[in-house]
């Protein structure tokens, strides 16, 4: 490869240096870190949620696919919580050094948070029985859950994860799962 470079260079004469610009895009060691893309989205009824919780909490997207804040209480509870509320994809492969990039495209804030174990968020409404992960405990009292934060329109950007398994959920609504495997 590098001897390519060389011959493409001398016979481009001025070119040389953006001919070797090119070329070496083409090797791995060169390439910029790629990125490994996660969405979270979700379906929040701005009417019924910000009666709840404020206003501005939830900004709608959903486009009349609004679900309302007692709705999602009721699904949680009865273990059928609304698929709305999701992380995709549920699976992401990626080598080391990936970026890993989490979007909100909800109406709603979310967490994106590594844990060991999948299981309940800090809203125990939400959990459908399953007991608060320790990585959830305390909500946003606890600044390791706050800053795996995410507003809505926001981005999150995960780097130096180790090879391996990485589980993330979101600390409110816990069936938003990602394994993350890295190669
Ligand atoms: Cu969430």
């Known amino acids: 490869m590098k001897i390519t470079v060389t011959k493409f260079g001398l016979l481009a004469g001025g070119l040389m240096f953006a001919g070797g610009l090119m070329f070496a895009g083409g090797t791995q060691e060169e390439d910029p870190p790629s990125v490994a893309q996660v969405v979270a989205l979700d379906e929040c009824d701005p009417f019924t949620f910000n009666a709840a919780l404020g206003a501005d909490f939830c900004k709608n997207v959903a486009l009349g696919a609004a679900t309302k804040f007692t709705d999602l209480f009721a699904k949680a509870k009865a273990g059928t919580p609304d698929p709305g509320w999701d992380f995709e994809p ?3 492969h ?3 050094g990936t ?3 989490v979007v909100d495209q909800g109406g709603e804030p979310h967490t994106f948070t590594e ?3 999948f299981g ?3 809203i125990g409404d939400l959990n459908g ?3 608060t992960v320790p990585e959830c405990a305390d909500g946003f009292k606890n600044l390791a859950v706050a800053k795996t934060r995410i507003l809505q329109g926001s981005h999150s950007q995960i780097t130096g994860l180790s090879k391996g398994e990485h589980l993330f959920e979101c600390c409110i609504h816990p ?3 990602v394994k993350v495997e890295v190669k």
């Open 175 to 177: 069936w938003m799962r």
């Open 99 to 101: 970026i890993l990039d």
């Open 115 to 117: 844990v060991a174990h």
């Open 90 to 92: 549920d699976i992401v």
């Open 120 to 122: 309940g968020g800090f």
């Open 94 to 96: 990626m080598r080391k």
């Open 129 to 131: 029985g399953e007991a």
